[in-house]
């Protein structure tokens, strides 16, 4: 009996703590239900009431240190993102903000000064600029991203400006920004330095064809003694005209094309005749010389330049070439011919390889000399690549060789 009792008492016992613990339980929840709807109401901006007794109290006091502290963290992030935006705004370059359909999410006072006054925040990019060239690279910078590629870089012509733009990429927001340097002075210093260039070989030629006719007289003359001296300015001569002619053929590639010819070319009609140019040197130097060129190798291009290409890249191939062989190969790929052309010569170290396409660029100038190069024949390759929307490649290493390779794409007569 007297055990009942206990285990009675203890059990009554055991059920008054459970009520008096869950009540105040309850009533910490319900507190607690009050300020997280305070705080939806109010932001952290809001003041918490305080609630009386024990743990809801503490609570309260807790949620309120909380928000101070969101609170201060908020202000100074928002004033970190105001004087952001303020710098970005002075930045002198134009610059825009789009999002991933295109829309404008920001621009700076320079974009406003340069696009005009409607431009607002909301409107998709082809309501600002009107121009196809910037919709084109909007395209392209979208193809690169699919390729994970991040970063564009072109130059672009906009309200007949030239601009240098840099678009990039940010991955976690979805949002790409562009940048618009001006380089209109630059691209005006260019043109003017190609027209004087133009001028100059263009008035260069008359003196030297005269020169080059007497030079010929004079050596078919029998009383000339030094005829050594007669065969060195010959040489120079005819040095020169090549010079000129090389920078006429260049300067008119960079003037924009207009004077190209476009027809349909089939390219070995091209290489046959311009291997057999190189013959005799070849033979000379006791070389090999590897030919094959495939069937169905018709481009859309302009005859004259593409035999430009061949002699200037094969005339390099075999110029850099002690032994070994020389190889060309002509060939359909896809929707690409592919033009390599191929040596066993003495090769381009690494550090010239990205130069050599410039005007004027030679590696050795020893060796160039010796060769009588002047380091226009890649620039005009390259513009010629230019020109029949190719793309052109070079692997080389020191003492092994050279290897240039160009796509041109093949453009079906429907499309044209
Ligand atoms: N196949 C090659 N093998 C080794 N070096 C080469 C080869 N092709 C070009 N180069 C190097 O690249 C430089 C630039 O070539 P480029 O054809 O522009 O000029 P060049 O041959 O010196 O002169 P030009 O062609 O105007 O007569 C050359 O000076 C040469 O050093
Ligand atoms: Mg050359």
Same mark, same amino acid.
């Given at each position: 009996?007297?055990?009942?009792?206990?285990?009675?008492?203890?059990?009554?016992?055991?059920?008054?703590?459970?009520?008096?613990?869950?009540?105040?339980?309850?009533?910490?929840?319900?507190?607690?239900?009050?300020?997280?709807?305070?705080?939806?109401?109010?932001?952290?901006?809001?003041?918490?009431?305080?609630?009386?007794?024990?743990?809801?109290?503490?609570?309260?006091?807790?949620?309120?240190?909380?928000?101070?502290?969101?609170?201060?963290?908020?202000?100074?992030?928002?004033?970190?993102?105001?004087?952001?935006?303020?710098?970005?705004?002075?930045?002198?370059?134009?610059?825009?903000?789009?999002?991933?359909?295109?829309?404008?999410?920001?621009?700076?006072?320079?974009?406003?000064?340069?696009?005009?006054?409607?431009?607002?925040?909301?409107?998709?990019?082809?309501?600002?600029?009107?121009?196809?060239?910037?919709?084109?690279?909007?395209?392209?910078?979208?193809?690169?991203?699919?390729?994970?590629?991040?970063?564009?870089?072109? /130059?672009?012509? %906009?309200?007949?400006?030239?601009?240098? #733009?840099?678009?990039? =990429?940010? $991955?976690?927001?979805? &949002?790409?920004?562009?940048?618009?340097?001006?380089?209109?002075?630059?691209?005006?210093?260019?043109?003017?330095?190609?027209?004087?260039?133009?001028?100059?070989?263009?008035?260069?030629?008359?003196?030297?064809?005269?020169?080059?006719?007497?030079?010929?007289?004079?050596?078919?003359?029998?009383?000339?003694?030094?005829?050594?001296?007669?065969?060195?300015?010959?040489?120079?001569?005819?040095?020169?005209?090549?010079?000129?002619?090389?920078?006429?053929?260049?300067?008119?590639?960079?003037?924009?094309?207009?004077?190209?010819?476009?027809? /349909?070319?089939? %390219?070995?009609?091209?290489?046959?005749? #311009?291997?057999?140019? =190189?013959? $005799?040197?070849?033979? &000379?130097?006791?070389?090999?010389?590897?030919?094959?060129?495939?069937?169905?190798?018709?481009?859309?291009?302009?005859?004259?330049?593409?035999?430009?290409?061949?002699?200037?890249?094969?005339?390099?191939?075999?110029?850099?070439?002690?032994?070994?062989?020389?190889?060309?190969?002509?060939?359909?790929?896809?929707?690409?011919?592919?033009?390599?052309?191929?040596?066993?010569?003495?090769?381009?170290?690494?550090?010239?390889?990205?130069?050599?396409?410039?005007?004027?660029?030679?590696?050795?100038?020893?060796?160039?000399?010796?060769?009588?190069?002047?380091? %226009?024949?890649?620039?005009?390759?390259?513009?010629?690549?230019?020109?029949?929307?190719?793309?052109?490649?070079?692997?080389?290493?020191?003492?092994?060789?050279?290897?240039?390779?160009?796509?041109?794409?093949?453009?079906?007569?429907?499309?044209?």
């Amino acid at each position: 009996m007297f055990f009942i009792g206990c285990v009675l008492f203890s059990l009554a016992g055991f059920f008054l703590a459970f009520f008096l613990f869950a009540k105040k339980a309850s009533k910490t929840l319900l507190a607690l239900d009050r300020l997280s709807r305070k705080i939806a109401e109010d932001g952290v901006g809001g003041i918490l009431p305080i609630v009386e007794g024990g743990e809801a109290s503490k609570i309260s006091v807790e949620f309120q240190h909380m928000l101070d502290k969101i609170r201060s963290d908020f202000v100074s992030l928002s004033e970190k993102i105001k004087e952001y935006e303020m710098i970005v705004s002075k930045i002198l370059d134009p610059l825009f903000v789009l999002d991933d359909e295109g829309r404008i999410v920001f621009f700076n006072d320079s974009f406003r000064s340069l696009i005009g006054n409607n431009i607002r925040v909301g409107q998709y990019y082809w309501e600002a600029i009107r121009e196809p060239t910037f919709a084109e690279f909007f395209n392209e910078h979208t193809s690169r991203i699919k390729e994970n590629k991040t970063e564009i870089r072109k /130059e672009l012509k %906009l309200k007949s400006k030239y601009f240098d #733009v840099t678009g990039s =990429f940010v $991955r976690v927001t979805g &949002e790409r920004f562009y940048i618009f340097r001006d380089v209109t002075p630059l691209v005006e210093v260019e043109r003017m330095k190609r027209d004087f260039i133009s001028n100059l070989s263009h008035e260069l030629r008359t003196p030297l064809s005269a020169m080059k006719g007497f030079i010929e007289t004079l050596e078919s003359d029998d009383s000339i003694k030094e005829r050594s001296y007669v065969e060195i300015i010959k040489r120079n001569t005819e040095r020169l005209i090549r010079m000129v002619n090389d920078l006429l053929t260049l300067s008119r590639l960079e003037e924009g094309y207009s004077l190209a010819e476009f027809e /349909e070319v089939d %390219l070995r009609d091209v290489v046959e005749p #311009v291997l057999k140019l =190189f013959e $005799r040197k070849i033979q &000379e130097k006791g070389l090999d010389l590897i030919v094959d060129i495939g069937e169905d190798v018709k481009i859309r291009g302009d005859r004259f330049q593409l035999e430009q290409l061949f002699i200037n890249l094969i005339d390099n191939a075999v110029k850099y070439t002690e032994k070994g062989y020389v190889k060309v190969q002509v060939k359909r790929e896809n929707d690409s011919v592919l033009i390599n052309v191929e040596d066993s010569g003495i090769g381009i170290p690494e550090k010239h390889q990205s130069r050599i396409f410039e005007r004027f660029y030679v590696v050795d100038k020893s060796r160039s000399k010796r060769h009588d190069g002047t380091g %226009l024949g890649l620039s005009i390759v390259k513009h010629i690549v230019m020109l029949h929307n190719g793309t052109i490649k070079l692997r080389s290493s020191p003492g092994e060789g050279s290897e240039f390779s160009i796509y041109i794409p093949v453009i079906t007569s429907t499309k044209n």
